[in-house]
């Protein structure tokens, strides 16, 4: 995890390094530093705690940080508790050499044993600093350039990394280097300034110009000059590939919402439109075509088994697909969390096919996971929301979201797209089988085809969910129940109000409650109960009487016109009725804003909780 960022131009670099920060604080927040480089020197500035601390702390100590290169980090604590001291930059022992890193080195213990040997001190508890000064006894042993002695040690270090570094005596040359961290760099005016971030959104303001540095690689970059692309292990040059950003600055604007989380809840009837769009035709009761599909048609046709690997929300959207493709296209499916799969020896065999999903691409135990499968000879197919990620660029193939840039670290919209990119998925595989009834197959088309509306009408009920948040916002515990393809929803639920309230909840299969958390319930127990009409309505009554009995707080999601539930349960909210293949879709929605609005009652930080990062790019 962790934001890095780096100017080297003509500019003042310091604006551009405080609010490129503020745009990857979704990557960490516990601690932020900046370090500023001019023709005598360097100023820095580190602190605990978020970027606007760090805005106060240069303010008021009237820190000059003039210069036109710079390097700024924002942090997710890995090594090291966060504070000053272990905040980034990292300075190496003689203070020639300026360090920050995204990533872990796993054998720092060793290289810091080896260091100690040698004289050198460390003040932090962190593993960058026993990189920087890992750098400084290469190049003062071998008496080499700054990019030779950072070549010659990321070749001695086992782990992960995108790093920037910099000389106090040459402020206009800045090595940057990538394995396993995601890094890019931004082409400014004439190729010849420099804009570096661990995703491209903080240069969106200044270049649409990026070229994304693959594992590996290693860049050179001079003010004025022309980049340097090579090779960390062999130094070889390579050609830099320049991309076009296709992103609109709107899409990363909280325009009038007060969190991006919640403009992202209420951005699904449109997110889930451009998932659909091109690929959804409606003529002819429904076409699906998309492209990364259509070309694999034989690897999904012949399947003899899949099995889709995911964390956190993307794990409860393979859940759904689980449900989805056994039941549409007859292939049995399994779902894996990716830290699990990589340590069990998987067995994979001939026609099987591993699915990887991920809102960011860069997710480590995914990525992890997805060379796992094709070590293994397995075909990986990627649905993935960011364009050009590490998991994207992969996958042997696969289809993006679309749901445009998700930056609430609770994910919202990208979990619709994922489902609805399943549902296509399912659809099309079951028709290539034939294990899909036509009718059923229309008919799902079809309500594909109107689902934005009945989004976008459930976000309706916003106001009233207000209400019962303030009834419940006190409470210590939740539980969330839904049974078939409302339980991932309910386990979805459940993650949303964990991670942005800090209350606990539990999700669980409904029926699944007597054996065991029903001993949990009493009068002082919201429990948040899926029950729209589908096959499992009468059961799901059941499962509210045995909770009413033991006086537990009901709080129901039921369709318009249910009239049974809504003399049962102490709170209903009517959402509108679709295929129970689809309702996930809907169902969600009420759940993200009940999170989203016991946390703002709460007082929470909702688009930045404690402990969390966007995207977790450490095993
Ligand atoms: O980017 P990914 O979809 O791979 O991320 C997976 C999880 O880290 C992510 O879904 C996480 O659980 C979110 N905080 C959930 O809101």
Not at 318 to 335: A, F, M, Q, W
Not at 452 to 463: N, S
Not at 569 to 596: C, F, G, R
Request: positive net charge; charged residues 25%.
């Amino acid at each position: 995890m962790c934001g890095i960022i780096g100017y080297l131009g003509n500019r003042n670099a310091y604006p551009i390094l405080i609010d490129g920060l503020k745009k990857l604080e979704y990557r960490g927040y516990d601690s932020s530093g900046i370090a500023v480089f001019c023709n005598n020197g360097y100023k820095i500035c580190k602190t605990k705690g978020k970027v606007s601390e760090l805005e106060k702390k240069i303010f008021y100590q009237k820190k000059n940080m003039i210069g036109t290169s710079g390097i700024g980090h924002t942090r997710w604590a890995t090594h090291g508790v966060p504070d000053n001291i272990n905040a980034h930059p990292h300075v190496s022992n003689s203070h020639k050499l300026i360090i920050i890193h995204n990533g872990i080195i796993e054998n720092f213990h060793a290289i810091k044993i080896i260091l100690l040997k040698n004289g050198f001190h460390f003040k932090s508890e962190t593993d960058t600093e026993v990189l920087v000064n890992l750098i400084e006894y290469i190049q003062t042993e071998h008496q080499c350039s700054l990019e030779e002695a950072v070549r010659i040690s990321l070749n001695e270090v086992i782990g992960a990394y995108s790093i920037a570094i910099v000389e106090r005596s040459n402020p206009n040359t800045m090595i940057v280097a990538k394995l396993g961290s995601p890094i890019a760099l931004g082409i400014g005016s004439n190729e010849k300034e420099f804009f570096i971030a661990s995703d491209p959104i903080p240069f969106l303001n200044y270049t649409k110009n990026v070229i994304y540095l693959k594992d590996g690689e290693m860049a050179i970059i001079k003010k004025n000059e022309k980049l340097d692309l090579r090779s960390i292990v062999n130094n070889h040059k390579i050609s830099p590939v320049i991309e076009q950003l296709q992103i609109n600055l709107k899409e990363i604007e909280k325009g009038h919402y007060k969190y991006f989380m919640l403009k992202e809840i209420y951005e699904q009837p449109k997110t889930i439109l451009d998932t659909l769009r091109g690929r959804l035709l409606n003529q002819n009761g429904g076409i699906i075509c998309i492209d990364g599909i259509e070309l694999n048609k034989k690897i999904f046709t012949y399947a003899k088994h899949i099995t889709i690997i995911a964390c956190g929300t993307s794990w409860h959207a393979s859940l759904i697909g689980e449900y989805l493709l056994e039941k549409l296209t007859r292939i049995p499916v399994e779902v894996e969390y990716a830290s699990e799969f990589i340590y069990r020896d998987p067995i994979i065999e001939k026609r099987d096919i591993v699915i990887v999903i991920s809102q960011s691409g860069e997710t480590a135990d995914t990525l992890s996971a997805l060379k796992l499968a094709k070590q293994r000879g397995s075909f990986v197919f990627g649905i993935c929301n960011v364009v050009g990620s590490s998991i994207a660029r992969n996958v042997d193939d696969g289809v993006y979201t679309h749901a445009g840039p998700e930056i609430g670290v609770a994910s919202t919209k990208s979990f619709t797209a994922q489902i609805t990119i399943l549902v296509l998925l399912a659809l099309t595989i079951g028709k290539y089988r034939s294990t899909i009834d036509k009718h059923l197959y229309h008919n799902l088309c079809e309500e594909l085809g109107n689902i934005t509306e009945k989004v976008f009408c459930t976000l309706k009920i916003d106001r009233y969910l207000k209400e019962i948040s303030k009834k419940y916002c006190n409470v210590k515990n939740f539980l969330y129940l839904g049974r078939g393809i409302n339980f991932p929803v309910a386990l979805e639920g459940a993650l949303k109000l964990k991670e942005i309230s800090y209350i606990h909840a539990e999700g669980y299969p409904a029926a699944e409650m007597k054996h065991g958390p029903i001993a949990l319930i009493d009068e002082k127990m919201p429990v948040v109960i899926i029950a729209t009409k589908n096959i499992h309505y009468e059961k799901i009554i059941g499962n509210i009487q045995e909770i009413k009995a033991r006086k537990g707080r009901i709080i129901a999601i039921i369709n318009e016109e249910d009239l049974q539930i809504q003399m049962l349960a102490d709170h209903i909210i009517k959402v509108p009725k679709t295929s129970e293949e689809i309702s996930p879709l809907i169902n969600i929605i009420p759940l993200q804003l009940l999170a989203y609005q016991i946390a703002c009652i709460r007082g929470k930080n909702v688009d930045q909780p404690r402990n969390l990062a966007k995207s977790v790019t450490v095993e």
